[in-house]
Structure formats: C-alpha cells, structure tokens
C-alpha cells in the first residue's frame, strides 16, 4: 500500500462530521472543526506526509517514544498534548487516520455545549 498522500489526508479529513479547512503558517493544510484545530498536515522533508494531531495524554505519553513520531513542534513546546507523524515506522496510515478521527472527537467535545448542540454532536 502506498503512504498516505496529501490529497488522501484531505479526503480523509473531510470526511468527518463538521470540518473546514484552510492552508496557513506556510502552506500546511490545517483542519478544524468548529473553528478548532485537530489536524495539520505538510512541513514534509521525508517521504512520508508529515501530520500533526491532538491525543490524550496517555497516547501522547507511548506515542512521543515511537519511532517516525515525536511531540509536535511548537505545540506540544505549549504543554499541549500534539504528536507530529513524521514517518510510518511505527504508525501505519490506517492508525494514523484512527488518531486523526480520535483528535476531531477530542476537539469537538471541548466546545461548548450550545456549539456541540448547533452541529449535532
């Protein structure tokens, strides 16, 4: 199977309930829902698609020791819980696109309860 393509990530994407994108801070393609940020990808040097997510504390605790993974720049430097792909050696696309629709579910429950409730979720 072939890695994950930028148009794979977007499709993806906007695959989940209530999302927009937009491409900022120097050409990544960042998703929201809601207006909140749960995924970034771009900023690649490697082979792979470079994507950042938000996890739990405890994924962000295992994943930032894999390999291919590390707490994502800037963000996790916040005290924020980010993880940045930046390889599949230790994260296939298949997790990679758990963890994506994990860090939407996560967003999504930090809005307010009138936001949840105008979207349906």
Known sequence: MLPMTLDDYNAFCAALPHTTRVVQWGGAHVWKVAGKVFAIAGWSS?????????????????????????PAPYLAS?????IQRVSAEAMDDAALCDYLRESHRLVAAKLSKKARAALGL
């Open 46 to 70: 490697g082979v792979d698609l470079a994507v950042t997510f938000k996890c739990s504390e405890m994924a962000f605790d295992v994943l930032k020791e894999q390999p291919g993974l590390r």
């Open 78 to 82: 916040r005290g924020m819980t980010w």
